[in-house]
């Protein structure tokens, strides 16, 4: 079974940081482009940031400059650094990879997400 396993949400104050990061594993053959979403209540699923196999990075306008992303390939692992953090940040946030399996499937996982509370 393949899956996308995520850690580090939670509380904090507004101008405050918070590291997450998404660990995959299972069968898979290769990881292609991997990114974060989030979902704020009320409001549509939004791209927050991709990032390639080769770490071409993209960012929505929202978290230009204060969020950043990266990837270990070697572990499987994306990682979403976010900094001067704002209450419109808060919302719940899911990792995505476009993966092959190694029966030669290919598709989207997601994680299950993890909160993020940006509040005073």
């Known amino acids: 079974q393949v899956q996308l396993v995520e850690s580090g949400g939670g509380l904090v104050h507004p101008g405050g940081s918070l590291s997450l990061s998404c660990a995959a594993s299972?069968?898979?053959?290769?990881?292609?482009?991997m990114a974060w979403y989030r979902k704020a209540p009320g409001k549509q699923r939004e791209l927050v940031a991709t990032i390639t196999s080769s770490s071409n990075t993209n960012y929505a306008d929202s978290v230009k400059g204060r969020f950043t992303i990266s990837r270990d390939n070697a572990n499987n692992t994306v990682y979403l650094q976010m900094n001067s953090l704002k209450p419109d940040d808060t919302a719940v946030y899911y990792c995505?990879?476009?993966?092959?399996?190694?029966?030669?499937?290919?598709?989207?996982?997601w994680g299950q997400g993890t909160q993020v509370t940006v509040s005073s």
């Open positions: 995505n990879a476009f993966i092959s399996t190694t029966s030669g499937s290919r598709g989207n996982i």
């Open positions: 299972g069968r898979i053959s290769s990881i292609y482009t």
